[in-house]
């Protein structure tokens, strides 16, 4: 529990209902039982077995980030004595406390399942993970090979004594301490970097030469550092090594970029990238073996605490699992599905023909990504088509979005592309793609000063007979044809003239001097979305009180806002029912008496990452349904460029409320419901209910959504 005070004893006014902070569960410890969802994927012994490995790496990889964002800033906050708390009520030094009370049980379950069920399971399906002592000698002799002729001569010892200084460890790389003793007993510290940016993690043992390779023969791995391990004496010739251990330093990667003294925004962020690799430690993996004095070492040269250790398993850094997924094992990984798409967007056919006759939705992965690529590339070779405007914030490799404006580009048309280069942990791919589109003569925006902008849309302005059309694509998740197969997102597209003219003036607000303030159909963060947000949980309050009926359903991926937690407590109290499906963080906590009784929280955990941000509204009968790049977080309506839209389409808004949104909230495999003390537990099923999975049944009904007017 993050606060002492029992939910069922809570008592409060109107008026208290946001400064009382009992109301409101701490985001940090939220987001570590959303984590735990995660790792329950992998314990779920219905996944098949490579699917429980990526979810166990995706566990840890969520930790890393939270570790270089998240703790980074709370530790940053009790360096300079910060007094504000958030609505719970918690200081930083009893956050980073409960969040490490929280973490170790989280990290146990997390060796235990890798070591006592998904390691054996491996070894019986043929994969095979060894440690170096338990190698065969013709084993041992083969990775011996390897390791003179290929990492040998990579590698880079550092002694630490009072002739070399200690040695920087960047952020994430692994590395091990090595104790070393020179003839006269006396012993030394050194390290060795595990260099996995060269090398796999998880290093293939081939079969010795002159074996005859079975097809159903198990195949053989090894860490890479057990291999280095074994081999230190190479590098420390006439020394005797005496012990190593792997360790791992994460550091604060949340650097704040302040563009307002920035003159060349795209080079500051270069510096910032550098600069992330040596932001100062938050915490220090270590394997439980490490011997205490080693760890004090680590702590006093570092300039670190004892609270930043974390002793682990092994491996430590179980990200790198995600190697495993790389594997061409389908019998254990889920099956494939052929992505399903609108008859009237296949290859081929005219687009905007298609969005001229009515608006069109796309669910993706059920959806394929196609129809947005081909949205883009049909525009390029459209000789009608004047100018194409695309905000890009996570890209992705590859991108075909890119490459087909750097198509209509090649064939005169005016494009302009909103990059955000600030959006975390892309800079580089995104700086890659500036650079390519900016030498293709496209028109690069960096971003907007003070705000990083999020809203995911594409305008396309035609010349036709009757003048100039607006075509649009307005989406909830990222133009990224990787993610887009495992992130459920919305996407629109239509050519609604007053949608039209919001998206315009947006675009000029984006790329030049332009201040709007006020939209017709569309909801602009930081304009006017949060005060239509809190409007409309108003209106329907007062819908409620006068008619009855009030229902407000909204599905996104975290609710932080202290505003907005506020007005739906108002709205339950008033008897609005309130139905909340929220994937990650969610602040809010529900079913307390007198509070927040008519309101039910929910999360979906399962095979597709759920990304999509539903807002809807019954509005005393005249429903309402708003989609969009946007949660409900002080960071989404005040610091960021984010859009909802409105669903127009009688038909696809229909399918919505009455098809989606109650598969989403039926869901008795993969759904939590949330309680009031901020924990989960799994939906109750009768003996005789028939399952409902919701990303099964949206994978096996996918096209349901489409509006087949003709």
Known sequence: MDSSTSPDAIIVTEQSLSDNPSLFINRELSWIRFNRHVLDEALDKSHPLLERVKFLAIFANNLDEFFMVRVSGLQRQLKKGVLKAPPDGMTPSQQIDAIQQALLPELRAQYDCWH???????????????????????????MHRFFTSEVFPTLTPLAFDSSHPFPFISNLSLNLAIIIRDPSKKDFFARVKVPTNLFSRLVRIPEPEGSCRDSCAPSHYIYLEEIIAAHLDLLFPGLEVVSSFPFRITRDADLEIEVDEASDLLTTVEEIMEQRARGNPVRIEVESSMPSGICHILEKKLGANSSMIYRMGHPIGMADLMELMSLDCPDLKDPPYLPSTPPELTE??????????????????????????????????????????????????????????????????????????????????????????????????????????????????????????????????????????????FGMFTCDREIGEDIANLFNFLTGYARIEQYKKLLVAPVTLRKSILAKIEREINHHRQHGGGHLIFKMNALVDKDCITALYRASRAGVKVDLQVRGICCLRPGIPGVSENITVSAIVGRFLEHARIYYFRNNGEEEVYLGSADLMPRNLDKRVEILFPVQNEKIRATIISIILPVQLGDNVKKRLMQADGTYVRTRRSPDEELKNAQSWLTEHRGTWYDRSS
């Open 348 to 489: 081929g056919k005219d687009i905007f023909a298609t969005i001229r006759n009515h608006d069109v939705l796309i669910y993706q992965p059920y959806d394929s990504f196609s129809p947005v690529v081909n949205f883009i590339r049909q525009a390029a070779h459209d000789p009608d088509v004047l100018a194409i405007k695309i905000t890009l914030y996570r890209v992705g490799s590859n991108s075909p979005i890119v490459n087909a404006l750097m198509e209509a580009r090649d064939n005169g048309k005016a494009v302009a592309a909103l990059i955000e280069l600030k959006a975390r942990f892309d800079e580089e791919n995104n700086i890659g793609w500036a650079r390519a589109l900016e030498a293709q003569g496209v028109h690069v925006v960096y971003g907007v000063v003070g705000l990083k902008v999020h809203a995911k849309l594409c305008m396309v302005v035609r010349r036709e007979k009757d003048g100039i059309r607006r075509y649009m694509h307005l989406g909830t998740g990222n133009y990224n044809a990787t993610t887009s197969r495992i992130y459920t997102d």
């Open 116 to 142: 006592n069920e998904i390691l054996p399971k491996l070894a019986t399906s043929g994969i095979v993970i060894h440690s170096y002592a338990t190698l065969s000698k013709e084993q041992k002799e083969i």
